[in-house]
């Protein structure tokens, strides 16, 4: 471990939560760690990445300049007006499910971002690899680059494009996030109550989100979102405060997204309608095809049965701490 070298821990979310589509997210304590380190390169190569990968992605995912993670931290330092470091080093330690609608994006951009933000205002301002011949002069180490919290969220919500899962994903618990203008994401965190208890089904199967997102209609009747902004009140009652199996049933019906996409999603369709059926409150994790459950003790008997061999059944905890900066010590 050198100076500079960080740790980040992520957690893996699950956004919509039924009726709060593309604003509630819950953080699950279920974590993917990453270790980066700057580097210079030998012989003065430029813009070098070594990625190694273990659990969940590896053999897929890129190795390289190409790994998400590399390239929101090279974002990342020109947000914050820094050159380039010449050399970056990730070991990732996976953990949540590659597109199953657990926010494994957003927690590998999250991961980007906070890694470089923690390597920019430590040692590498002054280091060797912040000299000139990376395209700018070095940074005094007494003046690190001012990027706050709010920086942090922005960047995430404009990589990934809406902010559901990086609100989560960055400030832990329940999170209602929304856009002001001109396209300033915002988030109000909330502390789920002690008796929620998230079960997530994950599927053997993949959904890349861009092909659930392509079955939604462009508009929806009114009665319908008029119904879903109810439900999505009474589940935030519910998971804060309420955490009863009737309001949390009632609190996790759809109309807008979850009907539409169930071509691209069959088994997690009806896996989801035998849960209700049974008064489980089930929803489809993202955009699928994870089915998140709220399911007290008495009932986690009553999900086995409807859910089959090909399924990971996985009770998970709400992580209200959210992504941070951990030292090797506490890994």
Known sequence: MTDSTVVVRVPATSANLGPGFDTLGLALALHDEVEATLYDPPGGAAETAEVSVEGEGAGEVPLDGGHLIVATMRRTF???????????????????????????????????????????????????????????????????????????????????????????????????????????????????????????????????????????????????????????????AALTGRPERELLLAGTEDRLHQGYR??????????????????????????????LAFSARDKQDLIAPEVGNDWHIRPLDVETRGACVVSPETR
């Open 78 to 236: 020109d947000r914050m007006g820094l050159p380039r470091p010449a050399g970056i080093r990730l070991r990732c330690v996976n953990r949540i499910p590659h597109a199953r609608g657990l926010g494994s994006s957003s927690a590998a951009i999250c991961a980007g971002i906070l890694a470089a933000r923690a390597l920019a205002a430590a040692p590498y301002a002054a280091a060797p690899y912040a000299a000139p011949r990376l395209g700018g002069a070095p940074v005094p180490p007494e003046d690190p680059p001012e990027f706050t919290d709010d920086d942090v969220f922005a960047l995430a919500t404009e990589i990934e494009g809406h902010p559901d899962n990086v609100a989560p994903c960055l400030a832990g618990g329940l999170t209602v996030s929304w856009t002001e203008s001109p396209g300033v994401p915002r988030m109000a965190k909330l502390l789920p109550h002690a008796d929620v208890r998230p079960v997530v089904l994950v599927p053997g199967q993949r959904l890349a989100t861009e092909t659930a997102r392509g079955l939604l209609p462009a508009s929806v009747p009114h009665a319908d979102a008029a119904a879903n902004a109810g439900r999505a009140a009474l589940l935030v």
């Open 262 to 291: 169930a071509p691209a999603m069959p088994r997690t369709a009806e896996l989801v309608a035998r849960l209700r059926a049974l008064g489980i409150p089930a929803v489809v994790s993202g955009a699928g095809p994870t089915v």
